[in-house]
């Protein structure tokens, strides 16, 4: 059954809701439209001398940054002048674009006073716009450069007027205490006079500018070169270059407002000005603008101007603030010149800057007007000191020299003349009252050299002085410490030089002595004494002296050394240079550098008194502390010594050559040599010997090898005599010296083969003895050798001992029997050596003495090998 | 009613209708489907007035999508504003032709043929024009294929947003038009979505097909 329904009646909608979308998009679509009309902007059109860096749709313009317009179209005008951009503006922007408004394009700008709109680098130019008032209007001339003052950049604006522009130009800074506060913004030509200089200050720094502002010109270097020198003024190296202006502030003045003129001044003295008078005169020869006003040689002022007057010439001068308090009532002027004259010339100077004008301070109120002297005011005169002086000779004072103190003149000389006594030479002086109380009593006078050259080894000073001490010298004051002040009509006494004063002084503190020396010992007059390198006296005179072909030599030592003279006292040249060296290290004293050239004479003490007189100058230090004596050696001339070679006992220094001379036969060497005091009791015997050491290279090694690098010394051996003596004869080879008892006797031989000075004896392969010395048996039949052996091996030798040649090597061949090669040592088979072998054991009856004679064997007996007597040690 | 089904008999005139959801055929009578409950529809004439809606919409939309710019790129500090056009003229510009067909056609072409097309497609079915139903129905296939690359445009300008983004430097941002571009190819593939296409045979079968047909 199909169920009835009653149907659903649905009333078709005309319209679907789905119409509204299109209602909606349609009025979304016209607003928009709307819109977009009603803000499409405002077209204005800005003429630009050229369309540099702009570009259609991409420039814009402007207006603190905030973009209010956008280049629309670029086209050239019509006069082909330049370019009309049209820039469309943003709508909101029209109320601001008036008759007054300006454009200008800001472009990348590096200056030396900055960079200017390093944004446009990036973004690239655009054109920046300041609103102004008026009608409105859609076509602008753009600005060449920016506005002075954009908002949001308030600050004052001023005008510095000025008579030229110098190296200012716009953007050249303002500084105030060197802080820069503001810039030059323009600048213009005011009626072909004068050129108005506009400056900007920034807000903060606006109200440092006052009404009675001083502005000064800082552009560049300002160079003020003068013969006494010069002077270099700089502000900032921005100002070098592009110029600057500075300005002052002064704490009570009203703030200038905007516009205020100012003048701007060359420089700071100038801004800063200083108290202006005038000065009259008849004419004005010499003087020029810029003339200086000088007090004491200090350049207080200058002269400004100068104007013709009926009766004469004013003078308009500044006289620099700081010092404005001298000028007073009585203050004069004078007109002062280089001046030439017999006395020299004064101010020479002048002669290139032209006159100065002086000036003394004086009471009163200062007035606006004073007078031009053309002479120095008279100072008043005052009571002068009158003094006498006296001096051995006259050194070139005449009457009218100067007296000065401190190279400051403080009086005159009024006569020299010769004293009644005609043994001096007497001065009336004059002392200015100002300064007669430096003249004390002790005080005396130097004459004072035109030209001074004073050479010494301390450097060389040349003191020159002004021309009038060349014509009538001059005298100086040196004061004494004596404060005593001086009566009227004293006298004091006068040098010739200071050396000569400090002499007069010294002289009454000296003590004599005299030396004597075998030679002029390298002094002079004048050659420093010296106790532990400090100078003590000198040298006074040298003299030889005929009859003991020797020299003496006066000396001086100051009074305070007295006590270093004592019978302990010896004295010594000194050597410029000493050097010890010896293998254990190298000693070097080196004297001061004055006695080094000079010459000098040391003075020591000994330990304990002197032997000798007390007189003797030793040659040097270990010389004379060692109290040495001399002794003249003689050598045959083959002999190689040199000076300072040294005398050994057994490796000690016992002494040292003096002097080498080869005889003028040429045969012989004459030495002479000293032997150090404490030693020379030891060797003076008349058998003392004295023998020459020098380096022996052999296979059996080196002797002596030290004179390899020292030079071949002297050996020397005590004798026994009982006779002393001061002169040996020496020998070329070392004698052989029995110190330790050593056992002596004779080896005999046909042959010496190679047993050699040296060749050492061996037992059983330790060294026991060597060969001292060999000769020739007198009747030419064979060699013998005197050989020793050691004292400790004595007892193993007695009169059944052989000896045997151990030198070389002996090669036995044979047929059967085969090679057989023997050897000793490696020492003996360079060197050579000599066997030893006892049969016995050593008793009182086979003991050997001295001289015993032995003969040698060439070859070993194998027997002799075996021999081993127990021998008992002594 | 007739009642000789053949190849061209609907199923509205046989009582039988199809589910718009699960296409279960039911027979028209029935307000729901049995299957799933949805409500049946033999025909959705609304939908009809809901394209032409949607299509008006979309086309008034064409305007502003067009005028405006579509992205904003500042580069160095320099604003440029492009719209689609004088984005695929900038690049005809600097000889990237192929790329400029490709945003011409997916960005200039194909939004404005699809506008026409529906445009047609729904003149034909409101005012029973005299077309040829598989050639409608053809185009209209078509449209609703190529609708969606319409899309490449925004894919591009979402895809540079994204990644350029330097400050003054490099910086790219969508533009108005962008907006206004991308509802335009919403509301044309809604327009397309929404419409019974079930009308056309009812209105155009009977009078051509039978003509292009034998």
Request: glycine content about 8%; some cysteine.
């Amino acid at each position: 059954m199909t169920q009835v329904q009653t149907p659903k009646v649905v009333k078709k909608k005309l319209f679907s809701p789905i119409w509204l979308l299109p209602i909606i998009a349609l009025a979304l679509g016209a607003w928009l439209g709307v819109k977009s009309i009603r803000e499409s902007g405002v077209e204005v059109r800005i003429h630009f001398p050229n369309a540099t860096g702009m570009d259609i749709g991409k420039t814009l313009v402007k207006y603190q940054g905030l973009t209010v317009g956008k280049v629309a179209d670029i086209s050239i005008d019509d006069q082909l002048q330049g370019v009309n951009v049209d820039v469309l503006m943003d709508y909101r922007s029209s109320p601001f674009i008036n008759k007054g408004t300006k454009f200008w394009l800001v472009t990348p700008k590096a200056s030396i006073t900055g960079i200017e709109g390093l944004d446009t680098l990036f973004s690239g130019n655009y054109i920046s716009i300041l609103p102004g008032e008026g009608e409105s209007r859609s076509f602008f001339e753009a600005e060449i450069t920016a506005p002075v003052i954009t908002p949001g950049n308030e600050g004052l604006i001023v005008n510095i007027t000025s008579d030229k522009l110098g190296s200012l130009d716009v953007g050249s800074p303002l500084f105030y205490r060197q802080i820069p506060v503001g810039q030059v913004v323009g600048y213009r030509l005011d009626n072909s006079q004068k050129i108005i200089v506009t400056a900007f200050i920034q807000q903060q720094y606006a109200s440092l500018v006052k009404v009675d502002s001083q502005f000064w010109n800082v552009s560049g270097i300002s160079i003020n070169a003068s013969l006494s020198g010069i002077e270099v003024r700089s502000e900032s190296l921005a100002s070098i270059l592009a110029g600057g202006i500075s300005f002052s502030s002064s704490d009570h003045s009203d703030a200038a407002q905007n516009q205020h003129e100012f003048s701007l001044y060359d420089s700071e003295e100038q801004a800063f000005g200083g108290i202006e008078l005038m000065l009259t005169a008849t004419g004005a020869e010499s003087v020029s603008e810029h003339t200086a006003i000088m007090f004491r040689g200090i350049k207080i002022g200058h002269v400004t101007n100068k104007i013709l007057t009926d009766d004469g010439v004013s003078l308009l001068a500044k006289i620099d603030s700081q010092y404005s308090e001298l000028l007073a009532g009585s203050s004069s002027f004078w007109l002062e010149g280089a001046d030439i004259s017999l006395d020299g010339i004064k101010h020479p100077e002048r002669l290139l800057t032209g006159s100065v004008i002086n000036f003394t301070p004086g009471t009163g109120e200062p007035l606006q007007q004073y007078p031009l002297l053309t002479d120095q005011p008279q100072p008043l005169n005052t009571q002068k000191l009158a003094l006498t002086l006296h001096s051995d000779t006259n050194p070139g004072i005449s009457a009218g020299a100067e007296l000065r103190f401190k190279q400051i003149k403080i009086g005159t000389v009024l006569s020299s003349q010769l004293n009644a006594a005609l043994t001096e030479v007497e001065y009336d002086i004059e002392v200015d009252a100002d300064f007669s109380s430096l003249v004390t009593k002790g005080s005396y006078f130097i004459a004072e050299s035109a030209l001074s050259i004073e050479a010494d080894l301390e450097g060389v000073a040349v003191k020159t002085r002004d021309l009038s001490t060349f014509s009538l010298g001059a005298l100086s004051l040196v004061r004494s410490n004596n404060n005593q002040q001086i009566v009227n009509g004293a006298s004091l006494n006068v040098f010739a030089n200071s050396s000569d004063a400090k002499n007069y002084f010294k002289n009454k503190q000296r003590i004599n002595k005299q030396l004597t020396s075998k030679d002029g010992a390298d002094v002079v007059k004048g050659s420093p004494i010296y106790y532990k390198k400090m100078q003590i006296g000198q040298v006074e005179q040298i003299e030889w002296q005929r009859t003991e072909n020797n020299f003496i030599i006066d000396i001086s030592i100051q009074k305070s050394f007295a006590s270093l003279l004592t019978d302990k006292t010896v004295f010594w040249r000194n050597s410029a240079l000493s050097i010890n060296a010896s293998l254990n290290g190298i000693e070097v004293e080196v004297a001061p550098l004055q006695a080094a050239i000079k010459g000098g004479i040391t003075l020591g003490l000994l330990d304990s008194a002197m032997i000798d007189s007390g007189k003797h100058l030793y040659d040097s230090k270990f010389l004379a502390l060692s109290q040495s004596t001399t002794i003249a050696l003689t050598f045959p001339a083959t002999v190689k010594l040199e000076k300072k070679a040294p005398i050994r006992y057994l490796g000690h220094k016992v002494g040292e050559v003096h002097s080498v001379v080869l005889s003028k036969d040429l045969s012989e060497l004459n030495v002479e040599a000293y032997l150090y005091g404490d030693y020379a009791a030891s060797f003076n015997q008349q058998d003392a010997s004295f023998s020459i050491v020098d380096v022996k290279v052999s296979l059996a090694g080196i002797e002596a090898p030290e004179t390899i690098l020292t030079g071949p010394y002297i050996s020397v051996f005590p004798g026994v005599s009982a006779q002393t003596s001061s002169e040996f004869t020496g020998l070329i080879e070392k004698p052989f010296h029995n110190i330790n008892n050593a056992l002596t006797f004779v080896i005999s031989n046909d042959n010496l083969g190679s047993i050699n000075k040296g060749t050492a004896i061996f037992f059983r392969g330790i060294k026991v003895g060597q060969v001292d010395e060999y000769r020739l048996i007198a009747d030419g039949t064979g060699v013998e050798m005197t050989v020793h052996v050691d004292n400790q091996y004595r007892h193993l030798i007695n009169n059944t001992s052989v000896f045997w040649d151990l030198s070389g090597v002996k090669v036995d061949v044979g047929l059967f029997s085969g090679a057989q090669i023997e050897t000793g040592s490696l020492e003996t088979i360079l060197a050579g050596g000599i066997g030893l072998a006892t049969k016995d054991i050593t008793s009182s009856d086979n003991m050997i003495n001295n001289d015993y004679r032995f003969s040698l064997s060439s070859t070993v007996d194998p027997l002799w090998l075996e021999w081993a007597p127990k021998q008992a040690a002594q | 009613m007739k009642s000789n089904p053949n190849d061209s008999t609907l199923g509205k005139e046989i009582g039988l209708t199809c589910c718009p959801t699960c296409n279960k055929v039911t027979c028209a009578e029935s307000a729901c489907c049995s299957r799933c409950d949805t409500k049946l529809i033999i025909r959705d004439y609304g939908s009809l007035q809901k394209s032409w809606a949607l299509l008006i919409t979309a086309a008034i939309l064409l305007i502003p999508a067009n005028l405006y710019p579509i992205t904003t790129l500042t580069n160095q500090g320099q604003v440029t504003q492009d719209t689609i056009f004088s984005g695929i003229a900038h690049l005809v510009k600097t000889d990237m032709i192929p790329i400029a067909i490709i945003l011409f056609t997916a960005s200039i072409l194909v939004p404005l043929l699809k506008i026409i097309g529906l445009t047609i497609y729904l003149t034909a079915i409101s005012f029973k024009l005299p077309i040829s139903k598989k050639n409608l129905m053809m185009g209209f296939h078509i449209i609703e294929w190529i609708g969606r690359w319409s899309m490449l445009d925004l894919f591009v300008i979402s895809l540079t947003v994204a990644v350029v983004n330097m400050g003054q430097l490099l910086d790219a941002k969508p533009a108005p038009a962008a907006t206004a571009f991308a509802l335009v190819i919403l509301l044309t593939q809604l327009a397309a979505k929404v419409i019974d296409t079930r009308l056309l045979w009812d209105r155009l079968e009977t009078k051509n097909d039978s003509s292009t047909n034998t």
